[in-house]
């Protein structure tokens, strides 16, 4: 397994496989890797024959400085994980030999419309962040399929639509949240919830649950349905943030023609704001 951190010797070794006819997967992170992105990781093997996974901590998608400093970095123990994964190559540059010209004059990519709606609006520049992020690490390595987890819902929405408009050749592949028994969404951020908030952690994934139940019944109640569940958190002892019920291939409100909603969640735990998703089927005959 081979550890990069320049792009002139990750390019060197992309043009060797694509001489050779290797088809080429790639897995972008942010590292302090869980079982979730090893999901992401085993998916890859299957359906390439280099997987390539990047370790790299954004600094242009972090909204708040005090996030970006406090994000937990475990390069050596991700290595580590990876080189059991037996996959190829990890590309883990710094934050100068990503943007040699400093962030404030780097050329940057923003998806319209979806960079500011929803999680965009309460985050400013976080989309532009993961979309150039993305673009770049994308013509370094032009992998022939990308795999994301359906865990950053309105992210992984935001990529297949970079993908499409800007006709990257690459087939991005969607993998299903992983969680724990309990329900949890497996995320970095769950390191930082005490043992009494892992207890309470997992009511965000069934108040979601009840919530996609009505919203079945009752596709026109998406209004009253948040309300529920803001009520439901605040009483399982959460600080609600955002909560939407969205068509889930548009992330637009509902409509008649809508057959899929996704449900949005993001709440605070004492210090830790958790996301989540939920895709619900709605009846054909309803809207």
Not at 2 to 28: C, N, S
Not at 61 to 90: G, M, V, W
Not at 226 to 235: H, K, V
Not at 259 to 269: E, K
Request: hydrophobic share 40%; glycine share 4%.
């Amino acid at each position: 397994m081979l550890i990069v951190e320049t792009a002139l010797i990750l390019r060197r070794e992309i043009r060797r496989w694509k001489q050779e006819g290797k088809r080429i997967a790639l897995v972008p992170t942010m590292g302090n890797l869980h079982d979730g992105h090893l999901t992401l990781i085993d998916q890859a093997k299957q359906q390439a024959d280099i997987v390539i996974a990047s370790i790299f901590v954004n600094p242009m998608q972090f909204d708040r400085h005090s996030d970006l400093a406090n994000y937990p970095r475990t390069l050596q123990e991700d290595c580590e994980k990876l080189k059991r994964r037996n996959i190829n190559l990890i590309f883990a540059p710094s934050p100068q030999e990503f943007y040699p010209n400093g962030m404030e004059k780097q050329t940057f990519v923003e998806v319209p419309e979806l960079s500011t709606m929803l999680e965009g609006a309460s985050r400013p520049g976080h989309f532009r962040g993961v979309a150039t992020v993305i673009t770049k690490l994308f013509n370094l390595v032009q992998p022939n399929i990308a795999l994301f987890g359906e865990k950053d819902y309105q992210q992984l929405q935001l990529i297949r639509k970079l993908v499409d408009d800007l006709s990257f050749d690459t087939q991005i592949i969607s993998v299903p949240t992983v969680r724990a028994k309990s329900g949890l969404a497996l995320s970095s951020r769950n390191n930082n919830l005490s043992a009494d908030e892992l207890k309470t952690a997992p009511k965000l994934y069934q108040i979601m649950q009840h919530a996609s139940e009505k919203l079945v019944m009752a596709p026109d109640s998406s209004e009253a349905i948040i309300d529920e569940m803001n009520n439901q958190l605040r009483d399982a002892g959460f600080t609600p943030d955002e909560l939407f019920i969205r068509d889930a291939n548009t992330l637009l409100p509902l409509s008649e023609t809508s057959r899929q909603a996704v449900i949005l969640m993001a709440a605070w735990l004492g210090q830790t704001r958790l996301i989540d998703n939920l895709q619900v089927n709605l009846p054909i005959n309803k809207a």
